[in-house]
C-alpha cells in the first residue's frame, strides 16, 4: 500500500514539474512573440547607426515610429516578427527553466518559513503547557500548605485539655 503512495507521489511530483517547464516556456515564448517588434527595431536601430553615413541618413528611419513604418515598407507587417522563431527556440527553454526554479525555490522558502513559524508555534504552546503545570503545581503546593495551616488552627481542643500535654493543671499526680 505504502509503495503505491509513493508510486502516486512521485508521478504527482513529475506532473507538476512537467506542467511548470511546459507553462514556463510558453509564458515566455508568448512574451518574447509579443514584444519582437520592438527588439526587431532595437537591432535595426543599433546596426545601422553603426553602418550609416550622414549621405544615407535620410534613408534610414530617425524615430520609433519612422522605423516601424521603414521595416512594413521593406518587407510587409510580417517583417516585423522577422528572427522572432530564433529567439523563440532560446527563450522557450530558458523560460521554463526560470519559471521552474522560481516555483521550486519559492516552494523550499515558504516551507521553511511555514517549518519555523510551526515551530515557534509548538515552543510558545510549550511554554504555555509548561507555565500551566508550573503554575498548578504551585497552586496545589499552596492549597496543601493552607490545608495544613487550616488543620493546625482546627486541631481539637480536647488534645490540650484532656492531660496528655505540657502545663501544670490537673492531672493525676499534680497537686
Known amino acids: 500500500m505504502s509503495t503505491n503512495n ?4 512521485e508521478e504527482n511530483r513529475t506532473a507538476e514539474a512537467a506542467k511548470q ?7 515566455g515564448s508568448v512574451a518574447k512573440t509579443v514584444t519582437a517588434p520592438f527588439s526587431r527595431l532595437t537591432i535595426l536601430f543599433q546596426v545601422h547607426s553603426m ?3 550622414k549621405s544615407n541618413r535620410p534613408k534610414y528611419a530617425m524615430n520609433i515610429k519612422g522605423g516601424f513604418t521603414k521595416i512594413i515598407e521593406r518587407g510587409g507587417f510580417t517583417a516585423l516578427w522577422k528572427g522572432n522563431m530564433t529567439s523563440v527556440l532560446h527563450r522557450f527553454p530558458y523560460s521554463a527553466i526560470n519559471f521552474y526554479v522560481y516555483e521550486n525555490t519559492l516552494d523550499v522558502l515558504v516551507g521553511m518559513q511555514r517549518s519555523r513559524r ?3 508555534e509548538t515552543l510558545g504552546g510549550l511554554k504555555r503547557r509548561i507555565s500551566l503545570s508550573v503554575s ?12 495544613k495551616a487550616n488543620d493546625d488552627d482546627n486541631m481539637p481542643i480536647h488534645k490540650f485539655v484532656a492531660g496528655g500535654g505540657g502545663g501544670g493543671g490537673g492531672g493525676k499526680g499534680g497537686g
Open 6 to 9: 509513493h508510486d502516486s507521489d
Open 136 to 147: 498548578q503545581e504551585e497552586r496545589e503546593a499552596q492549597l496543601k500548605r493552607e490545608k
Open 21 to 27: 517547464l511546459l507553462c514556463g516556456g510558453i509564458a
Open 118 to 120: 510551526e515551530t515557534t
Open 51 to 53: 553602418v550609416t553615413t
